[in-house]
C-alpha cells in the first residue's frame, strides 16, 4: 500500500511546485493530496491517514505550528514537516517544541533536500508504524493489552475515527453531519 503525504500552503502556485517536485521521484511510494485551508485540510485529517504532513508556517487561517499540533491530536504518528520562508530562530524552536517538527525546510527549497527529506519522513513514518504493531504484539502476548484493543488501534492508524461511535441518548448511532 501506498504510503500518504499531506502538502498545504495557502498559495497555490507553492502547492504546485511542491507537487512538481515531488511527483517523479516519490510515483512509486505514496500519494499526495493538496490542500490552501488548513481547516479543509485538517477535516481530511480526520477521515484519512497521513504518513507525512507538510506544512506552511505562515497562513491565513493558522499558521502551521498550530495546524500541525492539531494534526498531532488526530494522528500522532503522522510525521510533521514546515516549509517556510520564515528563517526565525524563535519560529524554528517553536515548531520543534510544540509541533515536534521532522524537518524544517527553508524557502526557497533546494529540490534535492526537499525530496531527500520526504523521504526521509516516510521512511521514519513507516518505522514509527512498525514498532507501534511490535509493541502492541509484544503486550498482548504478556497480557497486558486484550488482542482486541490492539486491533482497534491497528485499523485507528490506517483510517482514523473508524472505532470512534457516536451514541443517542436512546441508544442509537448517531450519523456524521453531511459536509
Do not use: C
Not at 36 to 57: G, K, N, P
Not at 68 to 97: C, F, H, K, Y
Not at 137 to 151: D, K, N, S
Amino acid at each position: 500500500m501506498k504510503a500518504s503525504i499531506l502538502l498545504v500552503d495557502d498559495e497555490p502556485h507553492v502547492l504546485a511546485a511542491l507537487q512538481r517536485v515531488l511527483r517523479l521521484p516519490l510515483r512509486d511510494l505514496a500519494r499526495v493530496e493538496l490542500f490552501s485551508d488548513t481547516r479543509l485540510a485538517l477535516a481530511r485529517v480526520r477521515e484519512h491517514a497521513f504518513d507525512v504532513v507538510v506544512s506552511d508556517f505562515r497562513m491565513p487561517q493558522q499558521d502551521g505550528v498550530a495546524f500541525l499540533r492539531e494534526v498531532r491530536e488526530v494522528q500522532p504518528r503522522a510525521v510533521p514537516m514546515i516549509v517556510s520562508g520564515s528563517a526565525d530562530v524563535a519560529t524554528l524552536v517553536r515548531a520543534v517544541n510544540d509541533a515536534q517538527v521532522f524537518r524544517y525546510i527553508l524557502k526557497p527549497w533546494s529540490d534535492d533536500e526537499l525530496v531527500g527529506s520526504v523521504k526521509a519522513a516516510l521512511a521514519h513514518a513507516q518505522a514509527s508504524k512498525e514498532e507501534a504493531l511490535l509493541a502492541d504484539a509484544m503486550r498482548v502476548r504478556e497480557g497486558r493489552l486484550p488482542a482486541l484493543e490492539a486491533e482497534r488501534r491497528r485499523l485507528e492508524s490506517e483510517e482514523p475515527g473508524l472505532t470512534h461511535v457516536d451514541w443517542g441518548p436512546n441508544g442509537e448511532v448517531l450519523m456524521p453531519p453531511l459536509s
